[in-house]
């Protein structure tokens, strides 16, 4: 199985304008292309951030961030995971990330399924997803999951045993609960014996939220294959999905795994 270049673009987000961060996107993106990336990933709502309030206005427009990546993803002939753009369908709203090929074809949608209850208030804006962020490629098969999700460790399994090799987590993860990011991008890594890639922004948002940044690739064995620090920058890599099997060969734990302990008994919770 070929090895495929990535990108994640840890990029600062401008509060509710959607002009400034597509523009700043075409400026990231013409980076990207000059490294030969076969597969790039953005932020969580990199195109208007956590302004919630104004959803409904931002919803229209972010109809035009859907053609934005769709044409910048066949200009420049790269696949794109396009973090998440507020999305409404059948008169609600969603946190929803996009897949589109490197064609400018959209290959996939995944609607964030755990909405994030604290400070933000996501529950009361967004509805959840009920549908696995699965798209499936000539290389490999990509998995989607959003920030909060990361914290439900049945989610990230689900995707592997659906042949996901390749999970990426688009986020907007704040900087006082770095430790919990790093950890648990780690862990996913390791349990589910899949390439993990966490992507999330920077800077300080309206709502007085600080983000760190520290977007994390993470291997099959839980090698850090690349880590952000606190300032805007884009992080390139490389992952040879031959190391799933070694990996999968060394520690069986799909092969070992014990299905009837995965049932969750709810009269527990």
């Known amino acids: 199985m070929k090895a495929i270049k990535f990108a994640m673009v840890q990029m600062d987000i401008i509060h509710?304008?959607?002009?400034?961060?597509?523009?700043?996107?075409?400026?990231?993106?013409?980076?990207?292309?000059k490294h030969g990336a076969d597969l790039v990933v953005f932020p969580e709502l990199w195109n208007t951030g956590y302004d919630l309030e104004r959803l409904d206005f931002l919803r229209c427009r972010s109809e035009q961030?859907?053609?934005?990546?769709?044409?910048?993803?066949?200009?420049?002939?790269?696949?794109?995971?396009?973090?998440?753009?507020?999305?409404?369908?059948?008169?609600?709203?969603y946190n929803m990330c996009p897949v589109i090929t490197e064609l400018g074809t959209v290959a996939g949608k995944y609607r964030k399924a755990h909405l994030f209850p604290l400070a933000l208030h996501e529950h009361?804006?967004?509805?959840?997803?009920?549908e696995w962020g699965i798209v499936e490629t000539e290389k490999?098969?990509?998995?989607?999951?959003?920030?909060?999700?990361?914290?439900?460790?049945?989610?990230?399994?689900?995707?592997?045993?659906?042949?996901?090799?390749?999970?990426v987590v688009p986020a907007q993860w704040p900087a006082a609960r770095e430790n919990h990011w790093r950890v648990l991008l780690q862990a996913r890594?390791?349990?589910?014996?899949?390439?993990?890639?966490g992507v999330n922004r920077i800077g300080r948002d309206?709502?007085?939220?600080?983000?760190?940044?520290?977007?994390?690739?993470?291997?099959?064995?839980?090698?850090?294959?690349?880590?952000?620090?606190d300032r805007e920058e884009i992080l390139y890599g490389e992952i040879d999905f031959s190391k799933v099997t070694e990996v999968s060969h060394k520690?069986?734990?799909?092969?070992?795994?014990?299905n009837i302990l995965d049932e969750i008994d709810n009269s527990y919770l």
């Open 16 to 33: 509710g304008d959607i002009d400034a961060n597509e523009n700043h996107v075409t400026t990231l993106l013409d980076d990207v292309e």
């Open 65 to 93: 961030s859907m053609k934005f990546l769709r044409q910048q993803a066949k200009d420049r002939h790269i696949m794109i995971v396009g973090g998440s753009i507020p999305e409404k369908k059948d008169g609600v709203f």
């Open 124 to 130: 009361r804006y967004f509805s959840p997803g009920s």
């Open 140 to 167: 490999f098969t990509l998995g989607t999951m959003l920030c909060y999700d990361l914290r439900f460790p049945e989610l990230c399994r689900n995707l592997a045993l659906r042949g996901a090799n390749l999970i």
């Open 189 to 197: 890594a390791i349990e589910n014996q899949a390439f993990l890639l």
């Open 206 to 229: 309206d709502n007085g939220l600080i983000y760190h940044g520290h977007s994390m690739a993470v291997a099959p064995d839980g090698t850090i294959l690349a880590e952000g620090q």
């Open 251 to 258: 520690i069986p734990v799909f092969a070992d795994r014990k």
